[in-house]
């Protein structure tokens, strides 16, 4: 099994590395990760404005077109779950999957409510309405910004894992919530600690659709149960797409930057 792991900015190495590390202890044996960022110049380093969603959100679909044949699944890397909808409608037979949609389908398995510790306040309103249009907006406790930087979270750790417990325990305790979603995949690594000190289930959001996409993947093979394409899910013609000139060129060429397998 193949699975691209698309992180929509400029690659932050302390990230990419740490995701590498999460993928290579969480990933089937028969599964490759590979994880592509966008190439340094006049791109993003991170996602906290919607602005910048808009920058990538082309780049991200024309990376999931152009690959499509080569991956049984993708993971869009932002727990905004930006071009989910339009990333789906070209990957053909692919599964495509995000944090937010992947980590509230877990969590509502696991518990009766659930909170989500996110970045910061600004992340909140969008991420807040995407749970609701999921569907899971009556199981969301709260949402508690740790108010930190998403660039900060890998590389200030320490600082990382206490506004994590404090608000983790917070969220239970006061809230009332029986499950926690880290809520931006920048949080991966966190999740076993404040799992193992409040004793509820905390959803790593990097970990939750990836290994989403592999159950997803391994029931379109077996089952044949591949994204549906009527109505509201029906693709692009391709006709239109060649005679266009579309989605030509991914944001990276097809080389990965990160292999989980070495």
């Known amino acids: 099994m193949r699975i691209l792991w ?11 590395e740490a995701l590498r590390i999460a993928f290579d202890s969480a990933r089937r044996p028969d599964t490759t990760v590979d994880i592509i960022s966008l190439p340094p110049g006049p791109k993003p380093r991170h996602l906290r404005f919607h602005a910048y969603e808009a920058l990538v959100m082309a780049d991200i679909v024309t990376t999931v077109y152009r690959f499509a044949h080569d991956y ?7 727990f905004y779950d930006l071009a989910l909808r339009e990333a789906r409608e070209v990957s053909g037979k692919a599964i495509v999957t ?8 877990i969590a509502a398995h696991l518990g009766n409510t659930f909170s989500v ?5 600004k992340a909140i309103p969008k991420m807040r309405e995407n749970i609701h249009t999921y569907g899971y907006g009556h199981r969301l406790r709260s949402m508690r910004p740790l108010n930190m930087h998403v660039l900060d979270f890998q590389a200030q750790a320490d600082r990382t ?3 994590i417990l404090r608000e983790g325990k ?29 004793g509820v289930p905390v959803i790593d959001s990097a970990l939750a659709p990836l290994k989403y996409a592999e159950f997803l993947a391994e029931t379109a093979e077996r089952f ?5 394409r009527v109505w509201g899910s029906e693709a692009p013609p391709e006709r239109e797409i060649e005679a266009w000139g579309l989605f030509r060129e991914p944001f990276v060429q097809p080389a990965p930057l990160i292999n989980s397998e070495g």
């Open 170 to 198: 917070m969220a239970v305790d006061e809230d009332g919530a029986e499950v926690i979603i880290l809520g931006c995949s920048a949080e991966v690594g966190f999740h076993q600690e404040l799992q193992d000190e409040i």
């Open 224 to 228: 044949a149960w591949y994204p549906s």
């Open 72 to 78: 049984d699944a993708f993971v869009i890397g932002c």
């Open 6 to 16: 698309i992180d929509p900015i400029v690659q932050d190495r302390l990230y990419t």
């Open 161 to 163: 894992m206490e506004a």
């Open 117 to 121: 510790l996110v970045g910061a306040g």
């Open 98 to 105: 995000a944090p937010c949609q992947a980590s509230c389908a």
